[in-house]
């Protein structure tokens, strides 16, 4: 009977500061989101909407740490860590990248004390390790370019009419250009 009235008294406790949403499995708090009403953000909102790799809702999550403090600071880093996998790497370093340098340092702290608090044990493992983009921009690192397919090498080359396999152009005296 004891074990049965504390396991209720663990899921009432617990119900308030867990809200799932959707099929991601983000984590999100009532009490972040009691303060999202307020500062006026669509929190859910944006987080559906980062979770698909949106970066403009993805930098409005990064700029909500501005709202938050204590025990709402880790739960929102928490929701952005949890993020970082979903959004994709790349586009959560995209969005960091656009914040100043103030916000980056208390973001990287914020998500590192996160790692602490998330119930998915991959996340718990060093982000440079998992998520080295995000980590690099928010250590103050210029964001990497992604490296250029084959594709996208013939393509260029295409647009500027440098194919190896092409004819020199002509002159404007109708005589070809030696290369």
């Keep these: 009977m004891k074990n049965v009235f504390v396991a209720t008294l663990v899921v009432v406790l617990m119900a308030p500061a867990l809200s799932v949403l959707g099929q991601s499995n983000v984590f999100i708090s009532n009490e972040v989101l009691k303060t999202a009403e307020w500062a006026g953000v669509k929190y859910k909102d944006e987080v559906k909407r980062a979770s698909s790799g949106n970066i403009k809702s993805i930098e409005k999550l990064f700029d909500f740490h501005r709202y938050v403090d204590g025990v709402q600071s880790l739960d929102h880093a928490v929701t952005l860590l949890e993020l970082i996998p979903l959004a994709q790497d790349r586009n959560v ?87």
């Design 93 to 179: 370093a995209t969005a960091a990248h656009y914040c100043n340098p103030k916000l980056k340092k208390v973001a990287l702290d914020r998500l590192i004390l996160a790692q602490g608090r998330t119930q998915k044990e991959e996340l718990r493992k060093p982000l440079q390790n998992w998520a080295p983009l995000t980590w690099a921009v928010l250590n103050g690192r210029a964001l990497p370019q992604p490296e250029a397919t084959a594709a996208d090498k013939t393509a260029k080359e295409a647009r500027r009419g440098t194919d190896a396999e092409s004819k020199p152009a002509p002159k404007t005296d109708g005589t070809a250009i030696e290369n």
